[in-house]
């Protein structure tokens, strides 16, 4: 039998794609603006418009006014982050396939998952919901005093996630920020990694572990997006702690098929800090990376745990980093203002050692504030080298001169 798929959300493309591939039949919960793009698209049977994929109360409406019954549907999933929890309370009252209610809450609500994991005993930073900025003030000692980070409860993208040091910038944020609840947690001292793969039946059969150039919540201060996929061979210790981590965390939360990606905080006596997980593939171009890296394509597995079908690549503990190829990525950005000229494409290609190279921006466009999250933009790049530092250093100077390129008025 073919499965019929309701995928909400277009976006990421390559969810859609990978399910026609492996001989679904996707009908796709589109957004207004992304809907012309899945309409496009070879891979999708119908394509269902809405103003937000993510409300459950338009998603069920708009199926329903396309002729739809719920019960027509097989599986239901959402590879956004945004659309992971309202998949899975569609699919639970289509009684298809589809992630648990509960499993789906506790990869999104940072409370709740720091909470199930700190119960596992995974070391994780002390954490509040605030039911407004004016709790702040006193949540802070409860947590450890300052500094401390605060942040949606169920955010993406780094997007109103600030670090606070002082009374001064706690007065300030709380004057600032919006009247709804929040989360206070301790600051984690120590380098971010994110760590990506793939779980199936319990068992972590693909981790990589990689590096931020720089922790994502510095973007504030005008850090870049950035990270390089560090070898096993060479990382032996990191990777050990990294796969305790993630096995203790997974199991927690209830996330036991799918793709995972999770960021930790590096200690300097050799543990790791649980910082938050999501069941979705990294943004930025992790997926890619993870791809050159180890030969494993993250959507294709989102595809087959959606599908409940077996992945017959997932059964070695750790997926070999080739040593001799190191892989990272960055986001290019630019000066704010409207965009006059930049390099294309092709003169990135050839910089030494970057093999993709993808512009979002050309001139006539508008840059906005890239210090304000993590997913804004100019374009990106893949850099390939023969270990993490030179990997770093090339990201480092492409992401400088491309700025510096770049002409605004």
């Not at 909470?115 to 407004?132: D, I, K, N, P, Y």
């Not at 947590?143 to 300030?172: F, N």
């Not at 096995?247 to 098929?257: K, S, W």
């Amino acid at each position: 039998m073919v499965p019929r798929v309701l995928l909400l959300g277009w976006k990421p493309e390559a969810a859609a794609k990978q399910l026609h591939e492996l001989g679904a039949r996707v009908v796709c919960v589109a957004s207004l603006p992304e809907a012309d793009a899945a309409f496009r698209a070879e891979c999708v049977e119908e394509v269902v418009p809405v103003a937000d994929p993510s409300n459950v109360e338009q998603v069920l409406a708009a199926v329903a006014r396309a002729g739809y019954s719920l019960t027509q549907f097989d599986v239901v999933a959402g590879a956004y982050e945004f659309t992971v929890v309202p998949a899975a309370v569609v699919g639970q009252l289509a009684g298809a396939r589809a992630q648990p209610v509960a499993v789906a809450l506790a990869l999104r609500d940072k409370l709740l998952q720091k909470t199930l994991v700190r119960s596992a005993g995974v070391a994780v930073a002390r954490c509040e919901a605030c039911e407004s900025p004016d709790a702040v003030v006193e949540a802070i000692e409860r947590v450890g005093g300052l500094p401390v980070v605060v942040k949606p409860l169920a955010g993406a993208g780094a997007r109103d996630t600030y670090r606070l040091s002082s009374m001064v910038e706690v007065e300030e944020w709380v004057g600032a920020a919006a009247a709804e609840p929040c989360l206070v947690e301790e600051f984690v001292d120590g380098r971010e990694l994110h760590l990506d793969g793939v779980v199936r039946e319990g068992h972590v059969g693909v981790l990589a572990v990689s590096r931020y150039l720089s922790n994502v919540i510095d973007i504030r201060q005008g850090a870049d997006v950035a990270s390089v996929c560090l070898p096993p061979a060479r990382n032996v210790e990191l990777y050990a702690h990294a796969h305790s981590l993630v096995g203790q965390a997974l199991h927690a939360l209830g996330h036991l098929d799918g793709v995972f990606h999770l960021e930790a905080f590096e200690q300097s006596e050799g543990g790791l800090v649980f910082s938050e997980c999501a069941g979705r593939v990294g943004g930025g171009r992790i997926d890619e990376v993870i791809r050159l890296a180890t030969g494993v394509d993250l959507y294709r597995h989102w595809a087959l745990a959606a599908l409940g079908q077996i992945a017959h690549d997932c059964s070695s503990a750790t997926t070999i980093v080739p040593d001799a190829q190191t892989y990272g990525f960055a986001h290019l950005t630019a000066p704010r203002g409207r965009i006059v000229s930049l390099p294309g494409t092709e003169e990135l290609l050839e910089r030494t050692g970057i093999v993709h190279a993808e512009l979002k921006l050309s001139p006539g466009m508008s840059m906005d504030d890239s210090s304000r999250d993590s997913n804004t933009r100019a374009g990106r790049i893949i850099v390939r080298g023969s270990d993490p530092a030179s990997v770093v250093d090339t990201l480092t100077d492409a992401v400088r001169w491309f700025r510096s390129a770049v002409v605004v008025d």
